[in-house]
């Protein structure tokens, strides 16, 4: 069954949430949980293959990174969560909110930070950009499956937007909870899918051979 949304490579873009060191690289984890979960899963060589595939076909592609202000200013420890990131050193300049290696943007990539908040949209130039391209559907991938990107995947449906989730290119903080959210949580926000069967829909209605 075709996938919803991903009728051209022209009204979509793919959209990696908080694929940065601190994040996902086990060498400066500061969640080392989620980390663990991203090694595992091979999530970061998945997006990095999926992310090819769709330069290919003139997919934009979006590194969402998070980075607070020196000093934590202007971040509000409202919550557990928030709390817990005043903790850690992701703030700008430092080597946790650096890209992963294993993701190093393209030179026609986008790279846009936000300093508060816990999702892609908060605060960002991000739907403003997908709206000048003409963009209709995100592939949603990155990092959390339980956090920024749920969160992300219910901004973008209010927005307007159709969503699509490659799962192999998600992880979430534990084997547990990354299940019951593209189980339970994320079907009723976005298409679930595998980043393989994305392209090869994409492939297929740009007549391009893989």
């Known amino acids: 069954m075709p996938i919803r949304g991903l009728d051209a490579p022209e009204t979509a873009a793919l959209v990696i949430s908080e694929c940065q060191n601190g994040m996902t690289n086990p060498e400066y984890a500061t969640n080392k949980p989620l980390a663990e979960q991203v090694t595992s899963r091979g999530m970061i060589p998945a997006i990095a293959k999926l992310a090819d595939g769709l330069r290919q076909l003139g997919v934009p592609i979006v590194h969402m990174t998070v980075?607070?202000?020196?000093?934590?200013?202007?971040w509000t420890a409202n919550s557990v969560l928030t709390g817990v990131f005043r903790k850690r050193p992701l703030t700008v300049g430092s080597p946790a909110v650096a890209i992963n290696p294993g993701l190093t943007p393209h030179p026609d990539d986008f790279v846009i930070t936000r300093h508060r908040g816990l999702t892609s949209f908060h605060g960002t130039e991000l739907e403003y950009?997908?709206?000048?391209?003409?963009?209709?559907?995100v592939i949603m991938a990155g990092?959390?499956?339980?956090?920024?990107?749920s969160g992300s995947c219910l901004e973008a449906v209010n927005r307007g937007f159709q969503v699509v989730v490659p799962e192999d290119c998600t992880s979430g903080a534990t084997a547990e909870t990354h299940a019951f959210m593209i189980e339970n949580i994320i079907p009723l926000l976005a298409t679930v899918t595998a980043s393989a069967t994305i392209l090869d829909q994409l492939m297929n209605v740009s007549g391009v051979a893989r």
């Open 67 to 74: 980075a607070a202000y020196p000093g934590h200013r202007g």
């Open 129 to 137: 950009l997908l709206r000048n391209m003409g963009v209709k559907t």
């Open 143 to 149: 990092v959390s499956t339980n956090i920024a990107v």
